[in-house]
């Protein structure tokens, strides 16, 4: 069985910084590309960022391109999403899935990111 456990969110002023981190289980990881997903309050999923198997290959959202990093560690089975220069409109819910689309596929149960002063 997938289970996939996110944490680090939390309460960050307008300007800074967080490590998202998924711990991965029940399957074979390092096989997987994975994504980062987020779900604002009132709004849709949004897709944010993905990573492929290896790690070699990565591919962001214009609205977080230059501020987020996608990273992972096969031998820990863990993907990470480092958040710089954190703006308002990043607060969301943050999921982790098992694939590049963050759709279709499983999701953790988030952790909760809200950006304010």
């Known amino acids: 069985e997938v289970q996939l456990v996110e944490s680090g969110g939390g309460l960050v002023q307008p300007g800074g910084s967080l490590r998202l981190s998924c711990a991965a289980s029940?399957?074979?990881?390092?096989?997987?590309?994975m994504s980062w997903v987020r779900q604002a309050p009132g709004k849709g999923l949004e897709w944010v960022s993905a990573?492929?198997?290896?790690?070699?290959?990565?591919t962001y959202a214009d609205s977080v391109k230059g501020r987020f990093t996608i990273s992972r560690d096969n031998a820990k089975n863990t993907l990470y999403l480092q958040m710089n220069s954190l703006k308002a409109e990043d607060t969301a819910v943050y999921y982790c899935?098992?694939?590049?689309?963050?759709?279709?596929?499983?999701r953790g149960q988030g952790t909760p990111v809200t950006v304010s002063s």
């Open positions: 899935a098992s694939c590049p689309s963050g759709a279709d596929c499983p």
């Open positions: 029940g399957f074979t990881f390092r096989l997987y590309g």
């Open positions: 990573i492929t198997g290896s790690g070699g290959s990565t």
